[in-house]
């Protein structure tokens, strides 16, 4: 019984550059979110998935954050030209809207994470 | 605009106390839910419980148990008997209808809890 999974789990990259992040979540979750976590603070909500829909983007996901979810399975989420502002701790969440065994539906299992660090 | 305020930053007890942490919660939805996650010093969010808007019957998990109120706008998570392995953060989170963008979370700042012998 696999969880959701995201790679890196550790992420350090110089000002400027570009990152992209993955995560694999429960295989039959259709629904897919990604979070922001900043030191002291809870997760703060980035976007959300639908299958392969991308649905809603938080005002916090500037244009340099662009999210996928190719053919409803696993998802991407890049950041172009990084600031140290984006330094944070990256989680994904997966959820199914509906009823199957052995899993309650609905609650969003979480990720490990990618902890991002912008120097 | 949902909010969540958890207004214990940090909390330390000695083993065996019992200890309550408070949540209370702003919403405009007439339907929500309300979630408790524990994250560990390892840093994985782990689900504790969903409760909706219209079931305000408290609940027990063995040494955990959370009590609804409607009236005060608020979700509070009791661990009885503490135990060195509850320390963690904390987190109360709400959501709108578990439908489509409404089922996004907005948790709380969290609170620290520290058990000791």
């Known amino acids: 019984d696999t969880g959701v999974s995201q790679d890196p789990r550790h992420k350090i990259t110089k000002r400027g550059q570009n990152v992209t992040f993955r995560c694999d979540p429960i295989?039959?979750?259709?629904?897919l979110y990604w979070y922001r976590q900043t030191l002291g603070q809870g997760p703060e909500f980035l976007t959300y998935?639908?299958?392969?829909?991308?649905?809603?983007k938080s005002r916090l996901l500037s244009d340099r954050f662009s999210a996928e979810r190719p053919k409803g399975s696993f998802s991407t989420l890049e950041i172009q030209r990084t600031e140290q502002g984006d330094s944070a701790m990256y989680l994904c969440?997966?959820?199914?809207?509906?009823?199957?065994?052995?899993?309650?539906?609905?609650?969003?299992?979480f990720g490990p994470g990618t902890r991002l660090t912008v120097t | 605009a949902q909010k969540v305020t958890q207004a214990q930053t940090e909390i330390s007890v000695v083993e065996k106390e019992d200890v309550t942490l408070d949540c209370v919660y702003e919403?405009?939805?007439?339907?929500?839910?309300l979630f408790w996650y524990k994250q560990p010093p390892s840093g994985e969010l782990v689900f504790l419980i969903r409760?909706?808007?219209?079931?305000?019957q408290n609940e027990i998990s063995g040494r955990y148990s959370w009590n609804f109120q409607k009236s005060t706008s608020s979700f509070n998570f009791t661990i009885t008997a503490s135990q060195v392995v509850d320390s963690a953060v904390y987190f109360c989170a709400l959501s709108g209808p578990l439908i489509g963008t409404a089922s996004k979370l907005t948790f709380g700042t969290g609170t620290r809890l520290q058990v000791t012998l």
């Open positions: 969440a997966s959820s199914l809207s509906g009823f199957t065994s052995g899993r309650s539906s609905y609650e969003q299992y």
């Open positions: 998935f639908q299958n392969e829909a991308q649905l809603e």
């Open positions: 409760r909706n808007s219209f079931d305000e």
């Open positions: 919403t405009r939805d007439t339907t929500y839910y």
């Open positions: 295989s039959e979750h259709n629904r």
